[in-house]
């Protein structure tokens, strides 16, 4: 079982820069062997995938429309997972979640695909 908590959202201009943070606990299996996820979803939206990183940071997946302007990565010692967003834009406002997936050294862009989640952050861009 982990728990996850996710911070650093606010209202940021376009164009602006957030650095969102996943902090994991909890017992049972650590931290590095966990693929973990960011997706967000928008008022009205589904869940869309946002970017995966591996157990232990080799690998990263982005989405198309985030490619180039965000970064994620991961601190396992910490065990925290982040995401850099860079280039903000209006579209971007979501509310963020960050997930984790016990088993597995593919890309996984499904909700369903994650075993555990946070509660989400908001983020909000102002055009």
């Known amino acids: 079982q982990v728990q996850l908590v996710e911070s650093g959202g606010g209202l940021v201009q376009a164009g602006g820069s957030l650095r969102l943070s996943c902090a994991a606990s909890?017992?049972?299996?650590?931290?590095?062997?966990?693929?973990m996820g960011w997706f967000r979803q928008a008022p009205g939206k589904e869940r869309e995938f946002v970017a995966q990183?591996?157990?232990?940071?080799?690998?990263?997946y982005y989405a198309d429309s985030v490619k180039g302007r965000f970064t994620i990565s991961r601190d396992n010692a910490k065990r925290t997972v982040y995401l850099r967003m860079n280039s903000l834009k209006p579209e971007d406002t979501a509310d963020y979640y960050c997930a984790a997936r016990a088993d597995g050294s593919a890309w996984y862009s499904k909700a369903y695909e994650y075993d555990y989640w946070g509660q989400g952050t908001q983020v909000t861009v102002s055009s």
């Open positions: 909890g017992s049972g299996r650590t931290f590095s062997r966990y693929a």
């Open positions: 990183i591996s157990e232990n940071g080799g690998r990263t």
